[in-house]
C-alpha cells in the first residue's frame, strides 16, 4: 500500500522548484563551513555542491518566471480576444436590430462572423427548394462571387449539418467527402468550421467560417462560439420576419383600403346618380296626380281617386326613401351642407307632429306633446332636426298598435356630449353643455336586448322576416344618428320588449363645437380679446 498522497503534488515540493533547491543549497552549504571549520576535505566538496544548488535554483526560477509572465501574456491575449469577441456580438445584436430585410440581416451576419474569427471567408446558407438545395444568400472572400449559388443538400457539408443538426469542424477539407465543389471551380479553403442556424425551434440552413488569416486551427471553443452568433442571429431572423410580415400586411391592408375607398366613392356616385335619374319622372308622376286629383284636369269619379290616391300616397313614399338615400351617399361623400341657424324647437314638433297626422289617424292611434315652458331654441339645422323628428314619430306610428298611444317631451337640460379633439391623433372628449332633450315614446312591441345594437345601422332593421309589420329600408334611424352627431349631439333608444321603446336625441344649444387652428371658436375669440384688451 502506497503512503504517497493521491493526485498532482504542490509545486513547491517538486525537486525542482527553485525554493527547494535553494533551501537544499543553504543546508549543503552550512554544513560544507561547518565540515570546514572541522578541517575535513569534504567540506570544500559539500560547498562547491552548493554553489551548483544554488546555480540550478537562479536557472529554473528564470524558467519559471518566463512559463509565469508567458501564462500572463496567454491570459491577456486570451482576455483581450474574448472582450474583442463580445464587443463584435454586441455590435451585431444592436445592427440586428435595426435591419428591415433579411438580404441586410445576412449579410451583417456574415461580416460579423468573418470578422470575429479574422477568417478569409464567411458564408451563410439557407435551406431552399423544399431542402433539396442549400442558398448561398451571404458571404464574404471568396464566397462574394458565389451568392445565389444551389449547393445540393445531399452530397455537401452544409447539408449534413442541416441533417444532423450538428456544427462540425473540418481540418483538411480536401480530404473530406462531405465537401461539396461546383464543377469547374477549385476548392479554396481547407479548414472549415460550421454551424447550424436555427430560427423558431426550426434548422434554416448554416453559417460557415473557413481558414483563420494566421493560419491557427479552429477548436471546439470556436465551434461553440460561432453557435452563440448563430443563436443570435435567430433572435433577429424573428425580428425581421415579424417586420417583413408586418409590411406585407400594410401594403395589402393599404391596397383594400385604396379599393374600399374606391368603392365607397363609385357606390355614393351610384346612389346619387341614380337618385337623380329616378327622382326626376318620380317628381312627374306625383305632381301630375295631384294635379288630376285637385280636379285641374277635370273631374274625376270615387273609383279612379281612389286608385290616384294610392299613386300618390305610394309615390310619396318612394320619394321619400330616395331622398334618404340620397342624404345617406352624400353624409358618405362628405358633401352634406348644413344650414346652422337659430331653430325653435316648438315649431319643429309641432310640423312633425303634423306631417306624421296620417300615419297615426290611418291607425286611429293618439299623440301628446309636452315642453317646457322655458326657451328650446339652439343653433341647428332646422330642416334636419325636423327629419329626425320626422323619423322617429313615424316608426313610432309603425311599431305601436291601432288605438295605441305615443308621446312627444322635450326639456332644457345639462348633458354631457362630445367634443372634437384638439389633435386629429387625439379621441374626442366629453364636455356639459347646455342642451334640449327629446324622447318619443311608444307603447308598441318593443326591442329585445341582442336586436339594440342594430338599431342606426344602415339597411338594418330588427325583424327581418318577409312577413315583418312594418316595412321600410332601415335608413331612417341610421339618417337620424348621422344627423344628430353632425349637429354636436346624440341618440340613443331604450326599450323593454313587450312593452315599449323611447327614442331620444340631445342637442346642444349653442351647436356644434367647431375647431379653428385645434380650438373652439368660442376660445379663439376668447383670446383675441384677451390680447386685443389693454392691460
Do not use: C
Not at 454551424?195 to 453559417?207: D, E, K, Q
Not at 415579424?242 to 391592408?253: H, I, K, T
Request: glycine share 10%; aromatic share 6%; charged share 20%.
Amino acid at each position: 500500500m502506497s503512503l504517497r498522497p493521491s493526485g498532482p503534488q504542490p509545486r513547491w515540493l517538486r525537486f525542482d522548484h527553485p525554493a527547494y533547491l535553494t533551501w537544499l543549497a543553504v543546508l549543503v552549504g552550512w554544513m560544507g563551513v561547518w565540515l570546514a571549520y572541522l578541517g575535513e576535505p569534504l567540506g570544500a566538496g559539500l560547498a562547491g555542491l552548493a554553489m551548483l544548488f544554488a546555480a540550478l535554483a537562479f536557472f529554473r526560477g528564470q524558467d519559471i518566471a518566463r512559463e509565469h509572465r508567458q501564462r500572463l501574456r496567454d491570459a491577456v491575449h486570451s482576455a483581450g480576444a474574448r472582450n474583442r469577441e463580445l464587443v463584435l456580438l454586441r455590435q451585431m445584436a444592436g445592427e440586428l436590430l435595426q435591419v428591415d430585410t433579411f438580404e441586410e440581416l445576412f449579410d451583417v451576419v456574415g461580416r460579423v462572423a468573418a470578422d470575429l474569427f479574422e477568417s478569409e471567408g464567411s458564408a451563410v446558407l439557407l435551406v431552399a427548394e423544399e431542402g433539396r438545395f442549400l442558398k448561398l444568400v451571404a458571404g464574404t472572400g471568396p464566397f462574394v462571387r458565389q451568392v445565389g449559388n444551389l449547393i445540393p443538400g445531399e452530397r455537401s457539408l452544409a447539408g449534413w449539418v442541416v441533417a444532423n443538426d450538428q456544427g462540425v469542424i473540418v481540418t483538411d477539407a480536401g480530404q473530406d467527402p462531405r465537401i461539396h465543389v461546383p464543377p469547374g471551380m477549385t476548392l479554396a479553403a481547407r479548414q472549415v468550421v460550421m454551424t447550424p442556424l436555427r430560427a423558431s425551434g426550426l434548422v434554416l440552413g448554416t453559417i460557415a467560417v473557413t481558414d483563420r488569416n494566421d493560419g491557427r486551427a479552429f477548436t471546439e471553443a470556436d465551434l461553440s462560439l460561432l453557435q452563440t452568433l448563430a443563436d443570435q442571429v435567430a433572435v433577429g431572423i424573428d425580428r425581421t420576419r415579424a417586420l417583413e410580415a408586418s409590411r406585407a400586411g400594410a401594403v395589402a391592408l393599404q391596397a383594400k383600403n385604396e379599393e374600399l375607398v374606391r368603392a365607397t366613392r363609385l357606390k355614393s356616385e351610384f346612389l346619387a346618380n341614380m337618385s337623380h335619374e329616378l327622382r326626376t319622372p318620380l317628381n312627374a308622376i306625383i305632381g301630375f296626380t295631384d294635379l288630376i286629383l285637385s280636379g285641374g284636369a277635370g273631374s274625376v269619379d270615387p273609383v279612379h281617386r281612389e286608385f290616384l290616391e294610392s299613386v300618390s300616397r305610394n309615390g310619396n313614399h318612394l320619394l321619400g326613401l330616395i331622398n334618404n338615400v340620397l342624404d345617406l351617399s352624400k353624409i358618405e361623400a362628405g358633401s352634406m351642407a348644413f344650414t346652422l341657424a337659430p331653430t325653435d324647437l316648438r315649431p319643429a314638433i309641432h310640423a312633425a307632429v303634423t306631417d306624421t297626422a296620417s300615419l297615426r289617424s290611418a291607425r286611429q292611434q293618439t299623440v301628446e306633446v309636452s315642453a317646457d315652458d322655458g326657451a328650446l331654441t339652439i343653433i341647428a339645422d332646422g330642416q334636419r332636426v325636423r327629419q329626425v323628428l320626422f323619423n322617429l314619430l313615424s316608426n313610432a306610428s309603425k311599431f305601436s298598435p291601432e288605438k295605441g298611444h305615443i308621446s312627444l317631451s322635450a326639456t332644457r337640460t345639462r348633458a354631457p356630449l362630445p367634443v372634437p379633439a384638439e389633435r386629429a391623433s387625439d379621441k374626442p372628449g366629453i364636455q356639459v353643455r347646455d342642451a334640449v332633450w327629446v324622447a318619443v315614446s311608444d307603447g308598441g312591441i318593443g326591442i329585445r336586448p341582442e336586436d339594440m345594437p342594430r338599431l342606426f345601422v344602415e339597411f338594418s332593421q330588427v325583424d327581418t322576416s318577409s312577413s315583418r309589420r312594418a316595412q321600410g329600408t332601415g335608413l331612417g334611424l341610421a339618417l337620424s344618428k348621422k344627423f344628430v352627431e353632425a349637429l354636436g349631439g346624440t341618440i340613443g333608444a331604450e326599450s323593454i320588449y313587450g312593452k315599449g321603446s323611447t327614442f331620444w336625441f340631445i342637442l346642444p344649444v349653442e351647436g356644434p363645437v367647431r375647431r379653428a387652428d385645434g380650438l373652439a371658436r368660442s376660445e379663439v375669440d376668447r383670446r383675441l380679446e384677451k390680447v386685443s384688451s389693454p392691460a
